[in-house]
């Protein structure tokens, strides 16, 4: 049986599908207040597990989960990320790892938030303009001074996790990832051996038509939607892996949840196993476009 939790850092008990806030509409209107219900459903349904980042609105989608979501429950955990800032003469977002900007961006993090404590903060990237050590120093020290619970990574390398854990130790890394999209498998592994937790950005992507053919026959065979087929494959990978799936729609948002619920049996896992596309190139670059607030 797919376990439904999983201890972030060995002690903070999620549940394995979370929520993604990035495609949350902040601005003000209809489409915010249904942004408002969305998180909260997400709430009613058992979701402890929501993923926000500063780069998200510039802290906009940060304040939008405390509208909703303040006083938290209990055991609700709001993760979020530094170290992409509006930097340089254009004010352009960029990779800012400098460590005066990471603790700047804790610190208006936790007032945003309005917490005494990140329980998780996550690295959004490595800057390759700033030392590793600098960086992930930084939020050793940050986590040292209690403003930090956990400390979590995002778009690495197996070598640069292995860096990093040389300075503290990490709960999280966030890379791309899902059905049809395996590049960071050795990172997953990687994660998998040391007990980290991984949470797939992107955890449903279509590739080819035959890929999409595929997954749309076992979603028929389960009577389930592909999207569902997609989550359930995530969480039955590893029970490391932690899917934060993202909508701005009540029906999506129910729909993804239902996922926990599905079983793959193994002849359908092993036929869903054979779709993985080979890696594409510049799917960072893409995701960095995809997340400008």
């Keep these: 049986m797919t376990a439904t939790v999983f201890r972030i850092g060995g002690d903070l008990e999620v549940r394995r599908l979370g929520f993604g806030a990035m495609h949350l509409t902040t601005e003000p209107g209809p489409a915010r207040t249904t942004s408002l219900a969305v998180a ?38 709001v993760t979020t990320k530094v170290g992409v800032a509006q930097s340089g003469p254009d004010r352009e977002w960029q990779l ?55 400390i979590g990574l995002s778009e690495v390398t197996v070598g640069e996790l292995d860096e990093a854990r040389a300075i503290v130790d990490i709960a999280t890394v966030q890379n791309r990832y899902n059905l049809l999209d395996r590049e960071h498998e050795p990172v997953l592994e990687a994660c998998e051996a040391a007990g980290i937790g991984f949470l797939p950005w992107r955890p449903v992507a279509w590739g ?15 009577d389930a939607s592909p999207t569902q087929v997609a989550l359930a494959w995530l969480l039955g990978r590893s029970p490391v892996v932690l899917p934060i799936p993202g909508t701005s729609r009540t ?43």
């Excluded at 405390?66 to 429950?73: C, G, I, K, Q, S």
């Excluded at 490595?126 to 992930?136: K, R, S, V, Y």
């Excluded at 595929?214 to 389960?222: H, K, N, R, S």
């Excluded at 999506?252 to 594409?280: M, Q, S």
């Design 208 to 222: 080819d038509s035959g890929a999409r053919a595929e997954v749309a026959a076992v979603a028929t065979e389960l």
């Design 96 to 150: 800012d790892g400098r460590p005066a900007v990471l603790r700047d961006q804790v610190e208006s993090a936790l007032r945003r938030l309005r917490v005494e404590r990140l329980e998780l903060l996550q690295l959004h990237r490595i800057d390759p303009e700033t030392p590793l050590a600098d960086q992930i120093g930084t939020l050793r020290e940050l986590r040292d001074e209690g403003k930090i619970g956990r």
């Design 40 to 77: 909260r459903r997400a709430v009613e349904l058992g979701v402890n597990l929501i993923d926000t980042a500063f780069l998200y609105g510039g802290g906009a989608n940060e304040e939008l989960l405390v509208e909703a979501l303040h006083p938290y429950p209990a055991g609700l955990l």
């Design 251 to 293: 029906a999506h948002l129910e729909e993804n949840l239902a996922a926990a619920d599905l079983h793959l049996p193994a002849p359908l896992r092993d036929r869903l196993d054979l779709l993985a596309a080979p890696p594409r190139t510049g799917a960072a670059g893409e995701e960095a476009r995809q997340e400008q607030p």
